[in-house]
T-cell receptor, first 113, second 116 residues
Framework: AQSVTQPDIHITVSEGASLELRCNYSYGATPYLFWYVQSPGQGLQLLLKYFSGDTLVQGIKGFEAEFKRSQSSFNLRKPSVHWSDAAEYFCAVGERNTGKLIFGQGTTLQVKP | EAEVAQSPRYKITEKSQAVAFWCDPISGHATLYWYRQILGQGPELLVQFQDESVVDDSQLPKDRFSAERLKGVDSTLKIQPAELGDSAMYLC??????????????FGPGTRLTVL
């Protein structure tokens, strides 16, 4: 069965430091992969997505993610974190035929001044 | 910029009462999704509509939950009777085309339900 694991429930980084959020997936075929961000009390906003091609994907707000098939991973990175990046981040895999998204449990990012 | 609208934003109810949530997707979006997000977890799909038809409701607790999208535009999710375990954020999302993962799903702000 398809699944997504985000190993880190909570991460704290200092403003200006680099960030990497981990995501591992289980999917039978080549996956469609997504990262969403959710600010407190808000809905989800798409940061980036991977369908095929270049395994390094650029997204909004300076985020990027790298698809590594051999590791079944799709980690999210940002070179320099801003205080406004504090939020909850969700990795998801999309079922090809239905569009259904299967989400990980999320990683809460706290940014220290 | 077009957005998915949801109401109410917050709902407090007592167990055994009926509650209803409304979602208005982005104009022209054929696919509509309802997700439930329990605190500390990722969203889980409850029901997916393609126009007015249900595509997937396998995770919808049908003894108490119902969903409709009568004219293929806006949608209502109902819970009757509500139980304590139903406390969660209910998110609506829409996408342009038929059930394709290559289409971006746009999420509304959600309805936060608290059952007392």
């Amino acid at each position: 069965a398809q699944s997504v694991t985000q190993p880190d429930i909570h991460i704290t980084v200092s403003e200006g430091a680099s960030l990497e959020l981990r995501c591992n997936y289980s999917y039978g075929a080549t996956p469609y992969l997504f990262w969403y961000v959710q600010s407190p009390g808000q809905g989800l906003q798409l940061l980036l997505k991977y369908f095929s091609g270049d395994t390094l994907v650029q997204g909004i707000k300076g985020f990027e993610a790298e698809f590594k098939r051999s590791q079944s991973s799709f980690n999210l990175r940002k070179p320099s974190v801003h205080w406004s990046d504090a939020a909850e981040y969700f990795c998801a895999v999309g079922e090809r035929n239905t569009g259904k998204l299967i989400f990980g449990q999320g990683t809460t990012l706290q940014v220290k001044p | 910029e077009a957005e998915v609208a949801q109401s109410p934003r917050y709902k407090i109810t007592e167990k055994s009462q009926a509650v209803a949530f409304w979602c208005d997707p982005i104009s022209g979006h054929a696919t509509l999704y309802w997700y439930r997000q329990i605190l500390g977890q990722g969203p889980e799909l409850l029901v997916q509509f393609q126009d007015e038809s249900v595509v997937d409701d396998s995770q919808l607790p049908k003894d108490r939950f119902s969903a409709e999208r009568l004219k293929g535009v806006d949608s209502t999710l109902k819970i009757q009777p509500a139980e304590l375990g139903d406390s969660a954020m209910y998110l609506c999302a829409s996408s342009l085309a038929l059930g394709s993962s290559t289409d971006t799903q746009y999420f509304g702000p959600g309805t936060r339900l608290t059952v007392l």
